[in-house]
């Protein structure tokens, strides 16, 4: 669930760099469908590496948490295994939570190979003999509950262990205890890596390899896993192989992704509006490759603009309001506003089908607002002038005109570097109270409940914060089909991340759908109980604009 929950975060950095999988050409990822080792409590770096990190293991919060996590994923099970139980099969999350919380606090691999609908599945989990007969005892009553056939006894390389077979597949559940690990198989008739594993235990004691400094290895055929992950075929990421090791008092995150054929990205000079940028920053991020991600996102190419921004540029601001900006740079920007003012109206409501507010457009500016969906926030976009370059800026708030120069050592970072895909730089505390912020203005704007504040994932937000320190992230190309993220932090995602991350782990559908939260109850009512199925914008007034007299 851990590195699920990363490979996630993840992803959502790398469409920033707006690269999908391209489906065409020699796939360059030769790994299994899924590998996840995690090094366990026991197994973090020794000494002063990830000293950051082994704090935050160790909170209160971070046992709740996994707690919640563990409960959730466990009540998830049912209905993503129910095609392959008999009819009837009721849930068994009590029996599966404890060893859920084994996977995230103990050593355990887990791989997958094969494809979805034929795959074998190995775990190997290192736990006391207390917990060893837990597992045995509880996955004996899951066998019996969900009728997977009657316990058979099993013995090989020395190790004692049981079996059942079913109809229909997967078909056979292997369970052993190896010394201090328990390994299970599940898949379709002769399994073939619990025997391989157990053979490595008993020459080596351990069933791999122990990791080196490594706090989490992983591997993932993510297009092969769209049949699980719908998510997956909505953001068609490629295959990653991913690594997280104790760097100082931190950690070092390095992200793979390997495409099939030629990623469709080329390094084009960075154009950043430096003189728009201003102090006092928590963040500030560019990237490059938006087009191809922009026209696979449904609205954009109806937008009317002649030609899709291909760079972005965005920051974030000190100060208590979730005040964030972004800029991209366009040809002739008062004409691509007169272009935007009917189109971005367009989009938002098509986006957000309870939208609330109303789309104002100064004519003597060229400036769009969204005005009076919320007191304290006024959406905007307006053209703007950097040198000779011209830009589109928005943000939650309009600029302030007060303009203080950023240092030059930020943007001496990224200079000259022509393998640069996307760089993040952030004080992760400030951005994750942004991203609390954003998700609830998101909710409030479109008259949906506001996530809530006391949940596990929420509390543990609260106690991770001051721990965070700052963030840096850098996306580079290192041959024709592949990206590779490095990331330096103390937690491993990014302030985003982790407030994207609290909105999945709270929302209903958690592990297999994400979203924000339900309409409010009032609301739903007057729409009807079928208003969430509800086409993007059937609830939505037309785009309406009124022009803003300004002064000249």
């Not at 069933?207 to 490594?214: E, F, G, M």
């Not at 457009?361 to 053209?383: C, D, K, M, Q, V």
């Not at 320190?469 to 991340?497: K, M, Y």
């Amino acid at each position: 669930m851990k590195i699920v929950a990363a490979a996630l975060g993840l992803g959502l950095v790398l469409l920033a760099g707006g690269c999908f999988e391209q489906n065409a050409g020699s796939r360059s990822y030769k790994g299994p469908l899924f590998r996840y080792h995690y090094a366990g409590r026991a197994g973090l770096p020794p000494g002063t590496n990830a000293a950051r990190f082994k704090e935050i293991e160790a909170l209160p919060s971070t046992a709740a948490l996994k707690a919640d996590i563990a409960q959730k994923f466990s009540a998830a099970l049912l209905p993503f295994w129910k095609g392959s139980l008999p009819a009837g099969a009721t849930d068994q999350s009590p029996l599966l939570k404890p060893l859920l919380e084994d996977l995230l606090t103990s050593e355990a691999f887990i791989e997958v190979r094969g494809a979805p609908g034929s795959a074998e599945m190995a775990l190997a989990v290192a736990v006391s003999d207390d917990r060893g007969q837990l597992w045995d005892r509880n996955l004996r009553q899951l066998a019996t509950a969900w009728k997977l056939g009657t316990p058979r006894d099993l013995a090989a390389d020395s190790f004692k262990g049981w079996e059942t077979k079913k109809s229909p597949a997967p078909d056979t559940l292997q369970v052993y205890r190896a010394g201090k690990w328990t390994i299970v198989g599940l898949g379709h008739g002769k399994l073939v890596q619990v025997p391989a594993l157990l053979a490595e235990v008993k020459k080596s004691g351990r069933p791999v390899a122990a990791l080196s400094n490594q706090i989490v290895d992983l591997a993932a055929d993510l297009p092969a896993l769209r049949p699980w992950f719908p998510i997956f075929s909505q953001w068609p990421l490629p295959p990653i192989v991913a690594n997280v090791s104790g760097r100082g008092d931190g950690l070092r995150t390095e992200v793979r992704f390997q495409y099939s054929g030629k990623i469709p990205w080329s390094y084009e000079a960075w154009k950043i509006p430096t003189n728009i940028v201003s102090e006092p920053l928590t963040s500030f991020t560019i990237g490059q490759g938006l087009a191809p991600f922009l026209r696979q996102v449904k609205g954009f190419s109806e937008l009317g603009l002649d030609r899709l921004p291909n760079q972005f540029t965005a920051w974030g601001l000190n100060n208590d309001q979730c005040r964030m900006n972004f800029a991209v740079p366009v040809a002739n920007a008062t004409n691509a506003m007169q272009q935007l003012s009917l189109g971005v109206p367009r989009l938002m409501l098509n986006s957000f089908t309870n939208l609330q507010g109303r789309f104002l457009f100064g004519t003597n500016r060229y400036e769009l607002l969204l005005a009076g969906g919320l007191p304290w926030i006024t959406p905007s976009l307006n053209p703007a002038v950097n040198g000779k370059d011209e830009y589109l800026i928005g943000g939650l708030f309009p600029l302030s005109p007060k303009h203080t120069p950023v240092p030059d050592d930020l943007f001496a970072q990224f200079r000259g570097r022509t393998d640069l895909v996307y760089y993040d730089w952030e004080i992760t505390e400030a951005r994750l109270n942004h991203g609390k912020q954003f998700y609830q203005l998101a909710s409030l704007i479109n008259r949906r409940k506001t996530p809530s504040t006391n949940t596990a994932s929420k509390r543990w937000l609260v106690d991770i914060g001051p721990k965070l320190g700052n963030t840096a992230t850098e996306i580079t190309q290192t041959s024709p089909q592949e990206f590779v993220l490095v990331r330096r932090s103390h937690v491993g995602f990014t302030g985003f991340e982790l407030a994207t991350l609290s909105l999945w782990l709270d929302y209903p559908g958690f592990p297999f759908d994400f979203g924000l939260p339900d309409m409010m109850p009032n609301l739903k009512s007057r729409l009807g109980t079928n208003a969430p199925a509800a086409k993007p914008g059937a609830n939505s007034p037309k785009p309406t604009i009124s022009p803003v007299p300004g002064k000249k």
